[in-house]
């Protein structure tokens, strides 16, 4: 049974930068779309980026621009580059990452707070 280990979160000023990390633990095959979402206070989890195997990728509007999502298919590993950092992107982030059955494993959240 696999799991997903988060890292990378953390305290930031406005402007900032931050790089999360998600490594796959164990036994996961197949894998398909790794992503990243993330979930405010009050407000529904959502998706910030997500890229498939082959390397396509997707991005919430709000962080076009400023987030990069990237992919090691030999050490799946994901990794979301966070530039120019807003109050707004404070959340707790989630790595997913979905399989071709469809079936999908969450991480354990990692804490990102933008504040001066």
Known sequence: QGQLVESGGGLVQPGGSLRLSCVVSGSMFSITTMGWYR???GKQRELV???????TRNYAD???GRFTISR?????TVFLQMNTLK???TAVYYCNVR???NYMYWGQGTQVTVSS
């Open 39 to 41: 979930q405010a206070p």
């Open 49 to 55: 980026a997500a890229i498939t195997s082959g390397g």
């Open 62 to 64: 709000s962080v076009k």
């Open 72 to 76: 090691d298919n030999a050490k799946n």
């Open 87 to 89: 109050p707004e992107d």
């Open 99 to 101: 399989l071709l059955s």
